[in-house]
């Protein structure tokens, strides 16, 4: 076999086009695995269940099963190019193949190469389903659709003091349930805050322009606290003006959607929003979740080289070493997501540290696999 300048620019070659080959059926073996197993013990069982008694015939059978699908996608492809990488170079290791490579000039990082591109092709993928395919499975399956209780907002005057206390029971994406709205008070206390009326209605409609609320019973209040007057109006505007009544209803209806049906955009909008409403602790949350769409697609790149180093090892060393360091790194990543996700929306780390972390440690990781491994 013809010698190999380290130093020659990179061109795909023969070598490269078999070393793709090879990781590529180990990854889409383990990727299809992976989604079975992440699917099947809660999803796959519901969806039969409800098939036996007929509440889904075969085609929504079929057509819930799909959509579940782009979820785990996600998830499963940094796994599944981190165990088929690991899978594909050691299977080298162990055929002598690597050692045989690396004897006519290839280095193990221009070994590497065709992995390292094939995971930077996945990471595009996990990006694009991450932001599209995932929000598009989440609307079809009617999880977009917001039913929550208990929102409160508060309305500001232009010199930050408390104007309105909107407080709603109920609500879904058409309609807001039991309304209650607090009136404070121009007169200013130094040891209290006082309210000049209190507005209850049975339901509202979001307009335009404003909240509509109707039926609504106005009880005015004195200076003492007690109620002077009861009123009766068919329709209270409130939150007058179209962008302030389109925010809140925004703000509304996305406190009770997780953060896998908004796309980036959406994301970046929403937390726009929570910041702007002092929502601190949403806000943090999102804004995390926004930096993790653009960070976690990385690990596939990082993932591919660290299998490769985990794959590489001398040909009569124990082959579940790697394997057995894979599954570790998979669940400790998967498993402190959640964590991180708390530490920042509690503001003891900030929302790019969060998402950011877990990248560093694995980067870090390969530091160390280059040097224990001396590659």
């Known amino acids: 076999m013809e010698k190999v300048n380290k130093n020659k620019k990179f061109n795909f070659s023969i070598l490269d086009k078999f070393i793709l ?3 590529l059926a180990a990854t889409l073996v383990c990727l299809i695995l992976f989604v079975i197993v992440w699917i099947a013990p809660e999803t796959l069982f519901k969806i039969v269940k409800r098939l036996l008694t007929h509440e889904y015939d075969a085609y929504d059978a079929f057509r819930k099963f799909v959509l579940e699908i782009p979820k785990i996608l996600s998830k499963a492809i940094p796994v599944g190019i981190l165990l088929g990488s690991i899978f594909t170079f050691d299977k080298l290791s162990k055929n002598s193949e690597l050692a045989i490579l690396r004897g006519i000039g290839l280095s193990f990082s221009r070994i590497m190469m065709p992995v390292i591109l094939f995971g930077t092709v996945l990471s595009f993928f996990c990006f694009i389903i991450n932001d599209k395919l995932v929000p598009v499975s989440c609307f079809k399956l009617g999880e977009n659709d917001s039913m929550g209780s208990h929102f409160v907002y508060i309305v500001e005057n232009q010199d930050k003091t408390p104007k309105q206390n909107i407080i709603v029971s109920n609500f879904t994406q058409d309609m807001i349930i039991g309304v209650t709205v607090m009136n404070f008070s121009k007169e200013k206390y130094t040891d209290a805050t006082t309210f000049e009326s209190i507005v209850f209605s049975q339901t509202a409609e979001k307009r ?4 509509m609320l109707k039926d609504a019973l106005i009880y005015t209040i004195d200076e003492n606290g007690i109620y002077k007057k009861v009123e009766h109006r068919d329709l209270y505007p409130i939150l007058e003006g179209e962008k302030q ?10 406190t009770t959607r997780k953060e896998r ?16 409403a002092n929502f601190s602790d949403e806000y943090r949350y999102f804004k995390a979740k926004l930096y993790q769409r653009y960070l976690h697609p990385l690990t596939c790149i990082l993932f591919a080289i660290i299998g490769c180093m985990l794959g590489f090892s001398p040909p009569r060393s124990q082959r579940l070493i790697g394997f057995t360091i894979a599954v570790g790194i998979i669940f400790g990543y998967y498993i402190t997501l959640p964590f991180f996700d708390l ?10 540290m969060a998402a950011s972390f877990p990248i560093l440690l694995f980067i870090i990781v390969i530091f160390i696999l280059k040097k224990v491994k001396d590659l």
Do not use: G, R
Request: proline letters at 2%.
């Open 245 to 254: 009544a389109n925010e809140v209803y925004d703000l509304m209806v996305n």
């Open 208 to 211: 335009n322009n404003c909240w």
């Open 343 to 352: 530490l920042a929306q509690k503001d003891i780390i900030s929302p790019f």
């Open 21 to 23: 080959k090879q990781v």
């Open 261 to 276: 049906v908004f796309t980036n955009h959406q994301i970046s909008k929403y937390t726009k929003l929570l910041k702007k």
